[in-house]
């Protein structure tokens, strides 16, 4: 069963809102809309390892963990997919990488090509074998019992050529998508001891998931670029222009005439992904560009916000939740192998 969803990337949605705010010839712009299209390739290649768990994911004794972050001794490490049984615990690497993908162990590197273009990236095998170690370590911490633990990296994109620079280099845990399920399966069978019973394991996703610690970044910590830099105001859902202006309750777009019942909604979104997980009237009135205190106040209210503080100085604050619940409906929680 599914003990933790996964969700979309903090930093996707980050670098959307952030490409929205900034004119196309500042100086980042191009570094940023690269970086987005990395990370939303490696998001697909996520969802498409979770489409081809689904039959795993309805056993309710199997325990499956998304996009865990976890901290061992003032270290963050992160695992793309954790899997918990009674008999063994499998940590699963994704990648989703097209054109032809090398593994090198002479130099613990791997390297793409793509189009004439080499490309060196971490040796994935290195890395969660590095990640399985950190686990071992987290579980000692936490006093778990000890358990095996397997290593998986998912190959997701179809297209990719895998490649070795040796015919004696195996890589029997590096596994394509497609065959994914048959080896987490084949693993299981193997493993037929219990080391834990299966209310243990319930409780030590529990744990996982408690101690889960999502990272939150600001552009001003990733790119150095400061708030100034960010075009303001509330963006138009038709035409995308900003900013749009308040009038008798709405908003309306001065360029394609457009009008808006809550477009405030999406701007505050960018707001705590861009400047601050916190907001103030006066920051709101400024962010949105509006004049009324007391409207800004009703648009506070009616996004139902934890607040804090007096009546005339609140500070609302937006939850780990806020990005994600207000993002593109198109991002599914499910996806097809590519073709």
């Known amino acids: 069963m599914i003990a933790k969803n996964r969700e979309i990337p903090r930093r996707i949605l980050m670098n959307e809102a952030l490409i929205e705010r900034l004119t196309p010839i500042h100086y980042l712009f191009q570094v940023i809309k690269s970086d987005l299209a990395k990370r939303k390739a490696g998001y697909r290649g996520e969802l498409q390892l979770d489409y ?196 008798y309750g709405h908003w309306h777009c001065p360029k394609c005439s457009g009008k808006s019942k809550d477009a405030h909604i999406s701007a505050l979104r960018d707001y705590s992904l861009l400047l601050s997980h916190q907001i103030t009237n006066k920051k709101a009135r400024k962010f949105l560009h509006l004049e009324s205190r007391k409207t800004a106040l009703n648009i506070l209210r009616s996004m139902n916000l934890h607040s804090t503080g007096e009546t005339n100085n609140k500070t609302y604050h937006f939850t780990h939740h806020t990005a994600s619940q207000t993002a593109h409906q198109s991002n599914s929680s499910t996806a097809k192998p590519s073709r």
């Open 52 to 247: 081809h768990l689904q039959f795993i994911s309805k056993d309710k004794n199997i325990m499956i963990l998304n996009d865990l972050r976890l901290e061992i001794d003032g270290r963050y490490f992160q695992i793309d997919t954790l899997i918990l049984t009674s008999n063994l615990v499998l940590v699963l690497e994704v990648k989703h990488i097209s054109g032809t993908y090398t593994l090198d162990s002479r130099f613990d590197q791997a390297i793409r090509k793509l189009e004439d273009k080499e490309e060196a990236f971490s040796h994935p095998v290195t890395q969660v074998e590095r990640q399985k170690k950190l686990l071992i370590r987290w579980f000692t911490k936490m006093n778990v019992s000890s358990i095996p633990i397997a290593t998986l990296v998912v190959m997701t994109n179809r297209s990719t050529v895998l490649n070795t620079t040796s015919q004696h280099e195996k890589y029997p845990n590096v596994v394509r998508g497609g065959n994914v399920e048959e080896r987490i399966l084949s693993l299981l069978t193997y493993h037929q001891k219990e080391y834990l019973p299966i209310k243990q394991v319930r409780k030590v996703s529990n744990l996982l998931v408690k101690k889960h610690t999502p990272l939150i970044a600001f552009p001003d910590e990733i790119y150095g670029i400061l708030p100034g830099e960010m075009i303001t105001g509330v963006q138009c859902p038709e035409c995308r222009h900003l900013p749009m202006l308040r009038k």
